[in-house]
Nanobody, 118 residues
Framework: QVQLVESGGDLVRPGGTLTLSCTAS????????MGWYRQAPGKNREVVAQ???????YYADSMGGRSAISRDNAGNTVFLQLNNLQPEDTAVYYC????????????WGRGTQVTVSS
């Protein structure tokens, strides 16, 4: 059974940096497409970034180049570095996995809270 566990969310001041982690179990890291999403209060969930099995990365415009996605060598942990955080970045950040390009299944973690406030 695939399981995703996020960590690293915190309360930070504007301009701060955080690195979120998503640890996956039950996935084939050589085929899984991993992504980070976020959902702010009263808003729809939106994509932040994605990393493919070959390491190719994609970023949404929502953070204006202030995020960086990566994965460890074993491929079981995916990181999201958030830079120069602003109050509008306050949201629950979710990890999502698609086991392979041909899989119609998406697995979500429970999320980790990021709050940006002075």
């Amino acid at each position: 059974q695939v399981q995703l566990v996020e960590s690293g969310g915190d309360l930070v001041r504007p301009g701060g940096t955080l690195t979120l982690s998503c640890t996956a179990s039950g996935l084939d890291s050589t085929t899984a497409i991993m992504g980070w999403y976020r959902q702010a209060p009263g808003k729809n969930r939106e994509v932040v970034a994605q990393i493919d099995p070959d390491g190719t990365t994609y970023y949404a415009d929502s953070m204006g180049g202030r995020s960086a996605i990566s994965r460890d060598n074993a491929g079981n942990t995916v990181f999201l570095q958030l830079n120069n955080l602003q109050p509008e970045d306050t949201a629950v950040y979710y990890c999502r996995a698609q086991p392979s390009y041909s899989s119609p299944t998406f697995i979500w973690g429970r999320g980790t809270q990021v709050t940006v406030s002075s």
